[in-house]
């Protein structure tokens, strides 16, 4: 007797799960081809096993084009086999495709996700930077009334402390305690940098004591923030003693925490000490990068060792030309200690490599070159300043002042060449204008009559009675004090 066997979709779904789990993709795609040759219309589950299958190889392109070919024979996979193939994608950082079949899931396919799905998606658009979008799928995760998983709330508080939206992460954090989840030590660190950040300090110890009370172990990341918190609230012996725990519990790993318990003895001016944690930081083989050095630095140059500074600043080099703060902290250096050659040159070497300047070390920019009578570099800076609408403080402005006005009076004093009447005519200009924008300031008129005071104790007659005209012509009647010491 002879048996009819006639095939099913079931038993060639069977096939594709087996050879889907094994890698067998090439018998796999056979097995598919030969169920539509024998006339098998593949429903939903057998295309979602395919699918699965290419989504666990990693065949992205294969899976997307055979999920295109599904959707036109009007098949729409089930959630798990979306599941897969997002996971699989995120897997290998393809965030923006996670987001695309996302799309094509809910506006197209009409599937309903689950909790794994909406927790893939909101990684994505997380990792993606886009919190507005994570936020709103969060909703739709929320109106399913679905508890978001504490992976998904500490990402998107991350991510929202990141877009300084503190508020923002700090309701997600109470809508988290209100499910009754235990944050992270993820989670944890983030907040307590938000609060560090936010100068909330109290509140950092707080989520602190919050922690001990839910058992929650803290990383040296987080023991970290906290010695950094300690240092800043002037809890010195509280930050040393965290910190040697943290040696004591062998978690010491971390550059960050050494340059954290360095930049605390900084702060109480024991710079030496500083240098002895940096120090046992490279004995202990913590790779060092510019982080530690700008602290290094930073240590170099309130001690005034104007050779260990410019060796740290050197290695510094290596990395790139060193940031503003480096340049800025350096610079001040060489000036404090009367190096103007030295500051000059450096300048000289942040101009070829383009630095832009921030406002701190444009105006360091500008004393030097003043101190230095480099008036066209003076000029540029002003003019530069003027442009960005960088307000110079007035302190700075009395460098610009002193060296126009003695550039002016030793114009005058040689012979009068067009070309020599024609600076002198540009620095009264650039006085005039750097004059006014002193005059708007509190204490302006006073700093102005101090200057004229100071060329008068010089012996800078000339100087001290040409600033004194330039008031007048403003229509600024000089104190007393100063026009007094113009009587001989």
Request: hydrophobic share 40%; aromatic share 8%.
């Amino acid at each position: 007797m002879q048996l009819c066997y006639e095939p099913s979709v079931v038993a060639y779904t069977i096939l594709l799960r087996l050879y889907g789990h094994t890698g067998k993709i090439e018998l796999a795609e056979e097995t598919f081809l030969e169920m539509l040759e024998a006339g098998v219309e593949p429903d939903a589950v057998a295309c979602g096993t395919l699918l699965c299958a290419y989504a666990r190889r990693g065949r992205h392109g294969d899976m997307m084009l055979f999920y295109a070919a599904t959707r036109r024979r009007g098949v729409v996979p089930p959630v798990s086999a979306f599941n897969f193939m997002l996971s699989s994608l995120q897997k290998h950082r393809l965030h923006g495709k996670v987001i695309h079949l996302w799309n094509q899931m809910v506006e197209e396919a009409n599937v309903v996700p689950n909790q794994f799905t909406y927790t893939v998606v909101i990684g994505s658009f997380v990792k993606e930077g886009l919190l507005e979008e994570a936020m709103d799928v969060l909703g739709k995760l929320k109106r399913s009334r679905i508890v978001p998983e504490e992976a998904t709330y500490s990402s998107l508080i991350s991510l929202s402390a990141r877009h300084g939206r503190g508020e923002h992460a700090l309701r997600l954090y109470e809508e988290m305690k209100d499910h009754g989840i235990v944050p992270s030590n993820y989670t944890c660190a983030s907040l307590l940098a938000l609060y560090d950040k936010n100068e909330d300090y109290s509140k950092a110890l707080s989520l602190f004591s919050e922690m001990e009370r839910s058992r929650i172990v803290p990383d040296e990341v987080i023991y970290g923030i906290l010695v950094r918190i300690y240092g800043k609230i002037g809890l010195y012996e509280d930050a040393q003693r965290t910190f040697e725990e943290i040696d004591r519990a062998g978690m010491l790993s971390d550059e960050q925490t050494y340059v954290a318990m360095a930049q605390v003895h900084m702060n109480a001016g024991n710079y030496d000490r500083a240098l002895l944690v940096l120090d046992s930081m490279r004995s202990r083989s913590v790779k060092p990068s510019p982080f530690s050095f700008n602290a290094l630095l930073r240590c170099h140059v309130a001690k005034e060792d104007i050779a260990a500074a410019e060796d740290t600043f050197r290695v510094l080099t290596k990395y790139g030309l060193p940031d503003v703060f480096c340049c800025n902290d350096l610079l001040r250096l060489y000036v404090k200690l009367g190096q103007l050659d030295k500051a000059s040159a450096l300048i000289l070497e942040m101009t070829k490599e383009d630095v832009q300047l921030d406002e701190g070390l444009c105006m360091t920019v500008m004393e030097v070159c003043c101190k230095s009578g480099m008036t066209e570099d003076a000029d540029k800076i002003l003019k530069e300043m003027h442009n960005d609408g960088v307000t110079m403080n007035s302190s700075t402005m009395v460098s610009p002042i002193e060296m126009y006005s003695r550039n002016s009076i030793s114009v005058i004093r040689e012979e009068d060449t067009s070309s020599k009447m024609l600076d002198c005519w540009t620095d009264s200009s650039a006085l005039s204008t750097t004059l006014k924008s002193l005059l708007d300031t509190p204490a302006g008129l006073s700093i102005a009559c101090q200057l004229i005071r100071k060329f008068s104790r010089e012996g800078s007659t000339e100087e001290a009675k040409f600033l004194h005209e330039q008031l007048t012509e403003l229509g600024v009647k000089p104190k007393d004090s100063a026009t007094a010491t113009l009587i001989v």
